[in-house]
């Protein structure tokens, strides 16, 4: 009757859940400035969305909640990276583009509804996996800057 095994989407929005509250502290103890920790969890997401997404299997509401919090989380981490006095420790403007970006994408992605699950079109399919490999590199190249100033 009912799985002891949480659905791909609900195991989704628990992923956001662990994975983002955690960062801020995680970074004190790791040394790395903490709106990088909080970045890459929030690509983690955005790429777990996408492979959500690239499944046509992912829940219809469960995967808009999940677009709604990373949305959320990304105000959040614009807000901070805007009170960092010092500008090398900031996230450069372009990464923070290409992640509303993503974040448009994916809001087209939750619209895509057929039936209860998420489907859709190729070209935006497309669309989102370029845009996830832009903004991995990005955030790779934004890590080296900041292992080259440390």
Do not use: H
Not at 132 to 145: G, H, M, N, R, W
């Amino acid at each position: 009757m009912y799985s002891r095994t949480p659905a791909p989407a609900l195991r989704l929005i628990l992923l956001l859940w662990v994975v983002l509250l955690p960062a801020a502290s995680a970074a004190e103890n790791t040394g790395q400035p903490p709106l990088l920790e909080k970045l890459e969890a929030l690509a983690g997401v955005s790429a777990g969305l996408v492979r959500e997404a690239r499944s046509a299997q992912a829940k219809a509401t469960p995967f808009r909640i999940a677009v709604t919090l990373y949305k959320e989380r990304l105000r959040t981490l614009m807000l901070d990276n805007r009170k960092i006095s010092d500008e090398k420790n900031r996230i450069p403007q372009g990464i923070l583009v290409n992640m509303v970006r993503m974040s448009a994408l994916l809001y087209s992605a939750a619209e895509c509804k057929t039936g209860r699950y998420i489907v859709c079109p190729p070209e935006l399919m497309r669309k989102l996996t370029s845009q996830q490999q832009l903004l991995s590199k990005d955030i790779d190249t934004f890590k080296v800057t900041l292992d080259g100033a440390g």
